[in-house]
Each structure stands twice: as C-alpha cells, then as structure tokens.
C-alpha cells in the first residue's frame, strides 16, 4: 500500500489504478446483521470501503436510551458503537476489516467523544463530521461548543490511534442540509473544515461535496474543491475529495433514482472524486436493504468504469477560476482574515453572517441568505445578507420565491430524473 496503512492511503492507491472508492451509508444494531452487510460489501464487484453508520441515540449521547432499546430488542438506526462492548464490536470487525478493506465510522454527532472514543478501542481509525458540518444541520447545539468539541476530539483521534496506523477524518461540509446550498459555500466549508482537522493534529483527511442540480456547475466544484486543497492545506498532508450521491429528495421510480446514481458516478470520474457515497434506488421511500446498497456500489462501480475522465490528470485541476472557485476562495479567505484561531474565526464568520446557510434554522445562522435555482439549472445566490459575494439577478419579469417555488425547488432533481433520461 501506498504508505502507512489508513483509510487514505487504500483511497489512494485505488485512485492509482484508476478505480473509483464506492461505499454505502449502512448501519444496523444487531452485530450479526451488521457484520453480513460488511461482508456484502467488501465482496461486491467494486472497489469498496465499509460503514458503520451510527444510531440516533448514540448520535446525541443518549446511551441509556439506546441500552434500553436494546435490552427491549427494539432495533435501532444504526450500530450503536458506544454501547455495544468494544469486544464485541472488534468480534463484529474480525476477519473483515484489514488493509484490503478499511471501515468508516459515520455518524452526525456534535458531541462525538464517546464515539471516537469507541472507535478507537475497536481497532478503528477512521471517521467523519466537522465542527461546522454537524451542528447546524442537526440540532440546536451552539456552534461555540460544537467548535470546542470537535478540536478536542480531532486531538483524541489523533492520540488514540497507535502508529503506524493513520487516522482518518472526513469533513462533512461539503453536504449541508443536503440541498439548495450554492456550491461555493460547500466546497469553503468543507476546506475550512479540513484546514481545521489539520490544526488539531490530523494528517490524512477527505473533503466532501454532494451532487447538485446542475453537472456542469458540479464539475466546477469539485475542481475548485481539489484546487484549494492544493493552495491551502498544509504540505504532506493526505488528501482526497469525496463525492455525495444527491442528499435531497430522491427520485421516486427504480429508473430515475438510477439514472441520478449513475450521473453521480460520471461526474466522481470526470472531476476527479476519489470516492463516492452511493444512495439506492430505494431511498425515497425507506432505509434500504444490504442487498440494495450492494446493488448501488456495483451499479456505481461499473458506470465509473465505463466513464470517460480528463484526456490529461492535470487537466482536473488546471481548469481557470469557475465561479463556483472565485465564489469558495472568498468566503475562504474571509474567514482566514479573521484570525489565526480558526475555531474562533468560523465562529465570528456564522455570528457576523459572512457565512451564512440558506434556510438552515440554527440559532446560531444568520439566515440571511436564500438561493435559487437559475434557468439553466445552476444554484445561486438570490440573497446573500453580509457574505462576500453578489446575488443573482434573474431576468426581468421573474416570479420571487414562494413557499410553492421553494417545495418545487426541493423536488426538481427528482422530478427531473424521473420523467427523462437526463444527460451526465
């Protein structure tokens, strides 16, 4: 493998020749459930990663909930890492983890100590989140402890994983409130996300983007993603960007939910992802079975393959500067501006508004911004409060935002896919 072993370096060796990384987002209380999902996994025809998805009690911490409904046999959403003994849990892993076929922990906590702590006693090391990323989609936290938290736990991963082991972490930036959030601030928060993991002692980490409503500005952001992370990460630092499959409402037929999946997989290829978290065909409806999951990934896998990438590798990042990059670099430097503290600085940038998410109801977002989507299908800025960038100007005569514009907003991905074959 290519260095020491981590989460990674499989990424990259397997971007080395030329496959692209798919995993799933699965998760089950029951170890014997989650163990054959693991194995499923590792056996599909793909090159494929592992994932213990959290459950919602473990989540916000509430472990007494999450013993009681397992005392009661109640299933839960998701593996309940740090209730379930690490022993039992490193019995799950046994004969299944190895360098061949790392496993991520996943999960949405604000809060994360007792997770990360977990994970490291089962022999883990790599997992996701960000002190940005996981507090103002998923409760009512305040930033300030939020930030707090995550630099402690960045520190604890960091510790508690034994050389030569590398631990691993993700930002989740990339995918806030899953939808309607204008590219250039998911790639700037997930790069401040990364520059933050950096300076609370990580050196292997992946930065996240998820598939918008339009390809071509898709494309533009990942670049950008994979071009700042150039500029600004520290030097021999371990990098990737990884690719959500669309985080918003999904197609409702077999068919357009298959067709967004496999335009998810055309674009990891064409603007150079690693990875891909693949969603399922099922999605609009339920949480999907170990056999649909398996279905995506190789579904994934083999559109990747048959996909046409840049003639040239250098050609992914020689792109000029897109506006989604002129848009990310200055929300970017705005907070670098701010200070040396990046924890303080992501704080004071969400008080003063200089980023703000649209239609996010955390108390600590300002809640000035608004987006839409433009003719073309690109999203833009149509109000951007005190952020370092200009809004949109529709054309004259355009219909403002309704409640009615919004609900249609948040559906046309799926309306689209749904009704025609629509072109990566």
């Known amino acids: 493998m290519n260095g020491a072993p981590s ?33 499923r996994t590792k056996s599909a025809v793909a090159t494929t990663v592992g994932t213990l998805t959290i459950d919602s009690y473990t989540r916000v911490g509430d472990q007494d909930a999450a013993r009681a409904a397992l005392a009661e046999g109640t299933p839960l959403n998701g593996y309940p890492i740090a209730t379930h003994p690490a022993a039992l849990t490193r019995s799950l892993l046994d004969g299944v983890l190895d360098p061949g076929f790392p496993v991520q922990v996943r999960h949405g906590s604000s809060r994360p100590e007792s997770i990360i702590r977990a994970l490291t006693a089962a022999g883990l090391d790599a997992t996701e989140g960000g002190p940005v990323s996981y507090c103002l989609p998923y409760g009512r936290t305040p930033l300030a402890e939020s930030v707090d938290n995550w630099a402690r736990c960045c520190e604890l991963l960091a510790a508690l994983v034994p050389a030569p082991r590398v631990p691993h972490l993700e930002s989740f930036g990339g995918c806030m409130l899953g939808q309607l959030c204008p590219p250039g601030l998911l790639v700037a928060i997930s790069l401040l996300e990364g520059l933050f993991f950096t300076r609370h002692g990580l050196r ?39 690719l959500y499959t ?33 969603k399922t065909a099922a999605e609009a409806y339920r949480i999907p079975t170990v056999s649909e999951n398996v279905r995506a990934l190789e579904t994934a896998a083999a559109t990747a393959a048959l996909a046409e990438g840049p003639a040239e590798p250098g050609d992914i990042d020689a792109a000029g500067d897109s506006e989604v990059y002129r848009e990310a670099l200055a929300f970017v430097e705005a907070v670098l501006e701010l200070g040396d503290d990046l924890g303080r600085s992501l704080k004071l940038a969400f008080s003063r508004g200089l980023l703000d998410v649209p239609f996010c109801l955390h108390p600590d977002n300002a809640g000035r911004s608004r987006s839409v989507i433009d003719p073309g299908g690109r999203l833009r800025w149509s109000e951007v409060g005190a952020m370092p960038v200009r809004a949109y100007r529709p054309p004259s005569g355009a219909t403002p935002m309704t409640a009615d514009g919004l609900l249609a907003a948040v559906h046309d991905v799926a309306r689209r896919f749904d009704a025609v074959p629509v072109p990566a």
Do not use: C, K, N, W
């Open 246 to 278: 669309y985080m918003g409402v999904f197609p409702g037929t077999e068919d357009g939910a298959t067709r967004l999946l496999e335009a998810s997989a055309q674009l990891a290829v064409r603007a150079g992802a690693h990875r891909l978290i693949v």
């Open 7 to 39: 989460f990674g370096s499989f990424v990259a060796d397997a971007a080395a020749a030329g496959a692209l990384v798919v995993q799933p987002r699965m998760g089950f209380s029951d170890p014997a459930r989650m163990r054959d999902g693991l194995e």
């Open 204 to 242: 292997s980490i992946s930065l996240s983007y998820a598939q918008q409503t339009d390809p071509v500005q898709d494309a533009e952001a990942v670049r950008a993603l994979r071009r700042l992370a150039g500029e600004f990460l520290p030097a021999g630092v371990d990098h990737h960007v990884v």
